[in-house]
């Protein structure tokens, strides 16, 4: 399996190389089944379920228009084999390392396209942190997982004895220790990108930035301020997103979802501004590693844009089972530093919290600067590219992928965003993006794993919907007297019996919720979801039991069973 061979070095030295290159597509074709996140991120759609073309991102009307020829027009003269571009120097540049870009470009040199691939920085760390493998790898989904991981253990241990485990301590948690591991880790999986993934596969990688002359030319400007320039008959931009920062007295003093993995020490105390699946995800952790942490968070309740459930349950998890002080409703006007380095937020309501360190999570914006896209008269809506349902800009040779398009921010949609475009260009494939029910997941305690519809998106398409609900302690939990709770939610279209959301918030809710995923976007049925066996006793077998609906929609309007 892939696992083994990127966990294994001595794979790395393989004598032959033939081997590498018959088998290389096939074993790496879901490589980021080790790397990945949930997240994206690390990025988290508000709008899981939508269609590309009802995508947040307004897609110019002149792309929607051109989408229907596009593929005949951009599509190679033979099966695997590009059409002749001996006018460029390359078929294929990628302008960006991260999931999208190192997915497309190894698809391409798959199917025979001259390809060259531009990261900024090959291995991890400041100034760009997003190395090669992109934020996912180096800043976002593999290190915070693990983070995660980390964090666990302590809630784990307090329920050792209820379980007959006596005398059982979480111990200390050392973060030097941890962090030289995490370094270690993530150097290991930028070679595996750079030698294996990429280099095995026929791909050209250039350490450098990337940007445009023109619809055919990638000036390449390397660390020490070299040049060079170099022509491409296709261009794609997948350069990703980066933390924003809003503009208040003392934000220069905070940190964000980049640096935290690079802090010399623990935070004691620690003040995490947003409400976004990242901000909860690091307030989780810090507090499972014993950070005295402080959630502030502008609006009445967070995880907009999630399933309200949800949302209300994490709400009363987070305030019974954790020492985290969540406070809604609040908004930092000023960040003071101390004589002592230690920080002080203000609030708007003039109350003071002193910390050693200030998390802003506070959203993301796409990573145009330095782009030159004038230069080739790329449209551009805020910090983000718009594109077609192929990934295509409004210019016909260049495209984007990624956290750049602002459509489902998510490591594995940028993925199948570069594969299909990849398939399309070069590989004589009709592919345009899938959008629809794409499986996410909130790595809280508890988490939330999602697909398809939240009750409010639901009611407003369908009318007419079915809700089951059901909420219980869970084994694990219950034995050892904690007071910990599971819920479960299936949303279903009642016109079609069809099975169009599923929430849960539950410990490995994203493991569960992948599975179920597969069934959602099969389109299976609530009778399908009754007539298959449950696993006992598990706390999943509770989405295949449950008969008697919560309560109905009817023509929009909620009727109480």
């Known amino acids: 399996s892939l696992l083994l061979l990127l966990s294994n070095t001595s794979m790395m030295n393989m004598k032959s190389s033939m081997f590498v290159s018959a088998f290389a597509p096939s074993m790496i074709s879901n490589h980021h089944s080790l790397l990945r996140r ?19 991102t307004t897609t110019l009307s002149s792309f929607r228009a051109s989408s229907s020829t596009l593929f005949s027009t951009m599509t190679s003269t033979e099966e695997g084999t590009p059409a002749s571009t001996s006018e460029y120097d390359y078929d294929f540049v990628v302008i960006g390392g991260g999931s999208g870009g190192v ?15 531009l990261e900024t920085q090959l291995m991890h760390g400041a100034p760009n942190y997003s190395a090669i493998g992109g934020t996912c790898v180096n800043v976002g989904c593999v290190p915070k997982k693990l983070m995660v991981f980390a964090s666990r253990y302590p809630s784990a241990i307090s329920e050792a004895a209820g379980y007959g485990w006596k005398g059982a301590t979480e111990g200390s948690f050392s973060w030097d220790d941890f962090m030289e591991a995490k370094d270690a880790e993530i150097t290991r999986l930028n070679n595996v990108y750079s030698k294996f993934v990429l280099g095995n596969a026929g791909v050209e990688v250039k350490e450098g930035r990337g940007s445009l002359d023109g619809p055919n030319k990638v000036i390449v400007t390397t660390s020490d301020g070299n040049t060079e320039t170099v022509t491409a008959k296709n261009i794609l931009i997948a ?27 623990q935070p004691k105390r620690m003040v995490v501004v947003g409400g976004g699946f990242i901000a909860l995800e690091f307030a989780s952790i810090m507090d499972g590693l014993g950070t005295d942490v402080t959630l502030m968070y502008r609006g009445d309740l967070f995880l907009r844009g999630f399933d309200m459930d949800m949302r209300t349950h994490l709400k009363e998890e987070m305030i019974r089972n954790t020492n985290i002080d969540v406070q809604f409703n609040t908004n930092p006007k000023e960040i003071v530093q101390n004589d002592d380095g230690s920080l002080t937020v203000i609030t708007e309501d003039g109350a003071q919290v002193t910390c050693d360190q200030v998390l802003y999570a506070t959203g993301r914006k796409g990573k145009i600067d330095n782009l030159n896209l004038e230069s080739a008269g790329i449209k551009t809506e805020n910090s983000f590219i718009p594109v077609d349902n192929y990934s295509k800009t409004n210019v016909d040779n260049i495209y984007a992928v990624g956290d750049i398009t602002d459509r489902i921010a998510l490591t594995p949609v940028a993925l199948m965003e570069g594969h299909s475009l990849a398939d399309t260009l070069f590989g004589n494939m009709d592919r345009p993006v899938d959008h629809e029910y794409v499986a996410s997941t909130v790595f809280t305690n508890p988490e939330i794993g999602t697909v398809g519809y939240t009750e409010e998106q639901a009611v407003e398409k369908f009318k007419d919907i079915t809700v089951y609900k059901s909420k219980f302690r869970p084994m694990a939990h219950s034995f050892p007297k904690s007071e910990i709770y599971t819920l479960f939610k299936l949303i279903v279209d009642t016109k079609t019996d069809k099975v169009v959301g599923c929430h849960c918030a539950t410990d490995g809710a994203g493991e569960l919720v992948q599975g179920v995923a597969i069934a959602i976007k099969m389109g299976a049925t609530k009778k399908d979801f009754d007539n298959t066996i449950g696993i006992h006793p598990t706390s999943a077998e509770e989405l295949v039991t449950m008969r008697s609906p919560s309560y109905h929609y009817v023509n929009g309007v909620k009727v109480e069973e």
Do not use: C, D, Q
């Open 103 to 117: 997915r497309a470009s190894r698809i391409a040199a798959g199917h025979g396209a001259k390809t060259l691939l």
């Open 239 to 265: 350069v990703g997103g980066w933390p924003h920062k809003p503009s208040i007295p003392g934000i220069e003093h905070t940190i964000t979802s980049n640096e935290i993995f690079y802090l010399k020490e």
């Open 38 to 56: 949930p997240t994206s991120i690390f990025h988290h759609p508000v709008n899981h379920m939508m269609t590309s073309s009802s995508s947040s």
